[in-house]
């Protein structure tokens, strides 16, 4: 069985041992009741708690934290997950190279792969910041991508809206379509994707007319114009405010014009954005970007967690868990560091810097918060290490006596029979981990020598 200092490790991870159904349950009354506050769809509420419940049932609660607190960091990470679309958004978040961060999010966001000039259609009831938000893209196309783009106002209802959009681009020195007055949305469409053609444009943004509500009238020009120019990315614009009118808006417009993605706009205002949510969950359809302010740079890439934080507001629980889990990281990442420095490596070693790397999903972040070896981690991305090697590898060790993994050398043919078939695998399989133990110990041995990890990381540096 496990032991001494493996034991008191996941003693400590344990905490207050596992999160019960009563915990879930009266942690979700206070979540539901978050989720409708920030007006997040009640079906969509109904659907997300169950699915929350199911995954939080049975789970650790780590150290200094209580099971409801537990329960409230789950949720949040199910939010960003399900407003992200990805699993696992913290991974994302440690991607802070110099690199990563000069590159443009907000147009990396849009699908821009067709012939040009590019269709990029813009749609949304109106007010919600169709037309601001169709002149922050051009600039930002334009100023980050070195994009030429062509805008151009299909809205024909209000006087004033072609103008409007004239003067944006005038302001952010990106070319618009030249009005004249009388033509139809659709001509006018097809006229801005001409000029495209013959002006050598990349992409040309679009901007639709919106109505104070739905109507059968608006869903066909739009649908219309959408057949016509067959864009390569439809956007629905929405107002972060819009509160429970979202579910109509997101799904009339999905179904009767389709759309690609989602832009959540005046997210610089104090709606909580539950919308966001609920047009996700609906539409199944990203959120893409998100308006910050009236200005033209006011415009980023949307963020996951920065919207969970607001639909939850919760901020205060998820931090402090997430402080909590890092100290226990830091704690056992530091007692590794000590042991590596020692020149000490043996299996127990390996079991517990495996089952952490597992439990963090995430080599790169084990590594992060050990001193000194931040710039190891381009050669521990080049290793490529997934979930399922991991897990047979514990397996494998998990089989051995203590004995044996404190002292490898001993493991002999008869003991490799035994293990593999212990761990349901094969005597090479056998072979292969502890032929790694021996590189990684052997490695420790020669950066003992080299002066422990910072010394070593110097070098390398
Ligand atoms: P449209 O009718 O959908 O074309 O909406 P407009 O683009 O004309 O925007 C309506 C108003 O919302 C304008 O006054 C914009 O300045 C403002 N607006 C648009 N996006 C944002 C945003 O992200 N934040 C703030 N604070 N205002 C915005
Ligand atoms: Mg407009």
């Not at 019960?20 to 079906?43: F, G, H, K, S, Y």
């Not at 963090?360 to 399922?388: E, F, H, R, T, Y």
Request: glycine residues 10%; aromatic residues 2%; without cysteine.
């Amino acid at each position: 069985g496990l032991s001494g200092r493996l034991g008191d490790v996941l003693e400590k991870l344990r905490g207050k041992g596992s999160i019960t159904q009563d915990d879930v349950n009266a942690a979700m009354r206070e979540v539901r009741i978050a989720l409708l506050e920030a007006d997040v769809a009640l079906p969509v509420v109904k659907d997300f708690v169950n699915t929350v419940k199911e995954r939080a049932v049975g789970q650790e609660v780590i150290k200094s934290v209580t099971p409801g607190q537990m329960v409230i960091k789950i949720v949040h990470d199910a939010l960003v997950e399900m407003l992200s679309g990805r699993i696992g958004s913290q991974v994302e978040d440690e991607e802070d190279d110099a690199e990563a961060r000069k590159r443009d999010r907000v147009a990396e966001s849009l699908n821009l792969n067709a012939t040009p000039p590019v269709p990029i259609l813009m749609v949304g009831l109106q007010g919600s910041g169709k037309t601001t938000t169709s002149a922050k893209i051009g600039l930002r196309l334009k100023s980050a991508m070195r994009k030429k783009v062509l805008m151009a106002s299909l809205d024909v209802q209000r006087p004033a809206a072609q103008h409007q959009l004239a003067v944006l681009g005038e302001q952010t020195g990106v070319d618009t379509l030249p009005i004249i007055m009388g033509q139809q949305p659709v001509q006018i469409a097809r006229r801005a994707l001409d000029e495209g053609r013959k002006g050598g444009y990349d992409v040309v943004i679009l901007d639709t007319a919106g109505r104070l509500a739905i109507d059968e009238e608006l869903m066909e020009e739009v649908a219309e114009v959408r057949k016509v120019t067959n864009p390569a990315e439809t956007l629905l614009v929405t107002d972060a405010m819009i509160g429970q009118d979202a579910v109509t808006v997101a799904t009339e417009f999905n179904d009767k014009v389709g759309i690609s993605g989602i832009v959540l706009t005046r997210v610089d205002g104090d709606a909580r954005g539950g919308a966001a949510l609920s047009m996700r969950a609906i539409t199944g359809r990203p959120i893409k970007l998100m308006g910050v302010g009236e200005k033209m740079d006011a415009l980023e890439e949307f963020q996951a967690d920065r919207i969970a934080g607001r639909i939850l507001g919760m901020g205060d629980v998820v931090s402090l868990v997430e402080k909590a889990a890092q100290s226990i990281q830091m704690d056992e990442a530091e007692k590794i560091a000590r042991r590596m420095e020692k020149g000490k490596f043996d299996l127990e070693d390996l079991l517990s810097q495996l089952r952490q790397v597992r439990r963090m999903g995430d080599i790169k972040g084990l590594l992060g918060l050990m001193p000194g070896v931040a710039k190891m981690k381009k050669q521990i991305d080049a290793a490529n290490i997934d979930d399922s090697m991991i897990k047979r590898q514990e397996a494998v060790i998990l089989s051995m006596t203590l004995r044996e993994r404190r002292h490898p050398e001993i493991i002999k043919a008869s003991r490799k029979k035994r293990i593999a078939a212990g761990a349901g695998t094969t005597v090479p399989e056998v072979n292969k981990l502890l032929k790694q133990h021996q590189q990684m110990a052997m490695m420790m041995k020669k950066m003992k020598k080299m002066g422990g990890m910072k010394g070593m990381a110097e070098r390398m540096g």
